[in-house]
Nanobody, 125 residues
């Protein structure tokens, strides 16, 4: 298993931007697919985006397509989420996740090996 630590959350205005980071530690981090999920109060966990171990496959949730960009730096064991054109409905706790079985299983939330502790993102109107 990996240890995942998110950072970069905070307060933004509608239309603004934030960049989240997730630092991974542990053996074989570069072999994992990584993803971002979010959960708002009273709502179910929602898939935001995922990236394969070699960055060749990227997928996004419908609500963030065209606004969010996921990336990774395997040399630094880092995962990123660039969030642009933020909306109040993007307000949630954002979690980093890692899985060894690729993007599709990770997206479903069924095959996740590690979770971060979460970072709060609040978008004001």
């Amino acid at each position: 298993q990996l240890q995942l630590v998110e950072s970069g959350g905070g307060l933004a205005q509608r239309g603004g931007s934030l960049r989240l980071s997730c630092a991974a530690s542990g053996r074989g981090a570069s072999l994992y697919a990584f993803g971002w999920f979010r959960q708002a109060p009273g709502k179910d966990r929602e898939f935001v985006g995922a990236i394969s171990y070699n960055s060749m496959t990227v997928d996004y949730g419908d609500s963030v397509k065209g606004r969010f960009t996921i990336g990774r730096d395997n040399a630094k064991n880092m995962l990123y989420l660039q969030m642009d054109s933020l909306k109040p409905e993007d307000t949630a706790v954002y979690y980093c996740a890692a899985g060894l079985n690729g993007v599709i299983p990770l997206k479903s939330g069924d095959r996740i090996d590690s979770w971060g502790q979460g970072t709060q993102v609040t978008v004001s109107s």
